[in-house]
């Protein structure tokens, strides 16, 4: 197996080592991605929520010259073997020097140990256990075993970790076996212990914390540099706090102040005036909703007057058919029940065209005797589309090059049925 030189030095991003096996992990379209295993080796794989490293190996080929080859991935397998993911194949026995990329390992350094410090204090404080740790791409979270968290609780442990960090207390790297390993969990010195074999790795926060861990860490509180809390929210298992650590709560907070002064721009108003300017917006947003579904409702009652005005009932059936390129989904269908609701003996045959495909809505009046969500259904399936709706009113959607088709073929349907009442009443 690798020796891991992470374990020892988290620090650590050039070493030199051998290639101990390759193998082809996939082909797409002629592309390879291979797996090649070092004996030693300083970049972290994926594991226990944090991200793999990623960087360069360089061999020297028989001329001279360097190939670099980037590693676009680690991983660990079952075995415990450490393979690097590679779009180039090396030589098992070749002798190589790695590069870890420390710009991503040092940000992984600074979230994983800040999510060490920010889950002793929420136990502490709060008696709230992490179960789970995720670092992520702009974010990491926690999820704690607890049914909610107060907001003042959240500030005053966000304030207590920057405290510690601003302490600059010691974080030191030891192995146990596991039997001291038990002893100092039954202790309670420990806060749990992983099902593995062999020594323990332990990560300690001076008078803080003491957690068994494999991954990278800074060498002292003060490295993790800030740390701000983003967000908390309800999960399965609990409440899951969003955090940023280090350079990323910098970035975090400058892109909030960014958003904050845009917005503050286009109210025209002071920064802390902000969130009153949008308590306001939306309000006056609600009672503009409510007026202008007022406005459409009279508009549809007024229009569907107009339109019963317009047709004339023959043979027992007036049939109102219209398509609307201006008039939205909502206000068709709502049209269409005013317009049944209004008159007798009416049928409304109502296209939007406001967008692709068309939505075609059938409605009938009650003292129609038919089910206009089989004749539309029917309809649909003739043109190898499909649709329904109730007694009263069905929709369906079609193609605008295939609306007319559809219309005559309700037009139809609906006259038969409608004289066929008659004749059997």
């Not at 306001?280 to 459409?296: F, T, W, Y």
Request: glycine share 6%.
């Amino acid at each position: 197996m690798s020796e891991r030189l992470y374990y020892s030095d988290s620090f650590l991003t050039s070493f030199s080592a051998r290639v101990a096996d390759i193998r082809e992990l996939s082909r797409t379209e002629g592309q390879s991605v291979w797996q090649v295993a070092l004996d030693r080796t300083a970049f972290y794989p994926t594991s226990g929520g944090q991200p793999h490293d990623m960087g360069i190996l360089t061999a020297t080929s028989r001329s001279g010259a360097a190939l670099e080859i980037p590693v676009v991935a680690v991983e660990e397998d079952e075995q415990g073997e450490i393979w690097h993911h590679s779009l180039k194949p090396l030589l098992a026995g070749t002798e190589i020097q790695g590069q870890v990329d420390w710009t991503r390992r040092f940000d992984h350094m600074q979230q994983h140990s800040g999510q060490h410090l920010l889950s002793a204090i929420f136990v502490r404080e709060l008696h709230a256990p992490t179960v789970s740790f995720h670092l992520g791409e702009t974010s990491s979270t926690i999820d704690l075993a607890v049914d909610a968290l107060a907001h003042h609780s959240i500030e005053r442990v966000e304030r207590v970790a920057n405290e510690l960090i601003g302490e600059d207390r010691a974080m030191t790297v030891r192995n146990v076996d596991r039997v001291a390993a038990h002893a100092l969990l039954a202790a309670g010195e420990l806060r749990k212990l992983p099902e593995r074999a062999g020594a323990i790795r332990l990560i300690e926060i001076a008078d803080c914390d003491l957690n068994a861990c494999g991954g990278t860490h800074v060498r002292s509180t003060g490295q993790i540099g800030s740390l701000l809390i983003r967000g908390v929210e309800r999960v399965r298992q609990g409440v899951r706090v969003e955090f940023v650590c280090g350079l990323r709560a910098v970035t975090t907070a400058r892109q909030d102040y960014s958003a904050l002064s845009r917005s503050a721009s286009l109210l025209s108003m002071p920064r802390t005036d902000v969130p009153s300017g949008v308590e306001r917006l939306v309000a006056e947003a609600k009672a503009s909703a409510k007026e202008l579904h007022k406005l459409r409702e009279e508009l549809a009652t007024y229009h569907a007057i107009r339109l019963a005005v317009e047709e004339q009932i023959i043979d027992r059936l007036r049939l109102v058919r219209r398509t609307f390129a201006d008039r939205d989904v909502e206000y068709v269908k709502l049209l269409a029940s005013r317009l049944v609701a209004s008159v007798p003996q009416t049928v409304a045959l109502l296209v939007s065209a406001q967008q692709e495909p068309a939505l075609v809505v059938l409605a009938r009046s009650g003292d129609l005797d038919f089910h206009a969500g089989n004749l539309m259904r029917e309809a649909l399936a003739a043109l190898g589309l499909r649709g329904g709706g109730s007694p009263d009113l069905a929709q369906g959607q079609v193609p605008h090059d295939q609306t007319a088709t559809l219309l005559d073929r309700l037009a139809a349907a609906v006259t038969d049925r409608v004289h066929a009442t008659a004749v059997n009443g």
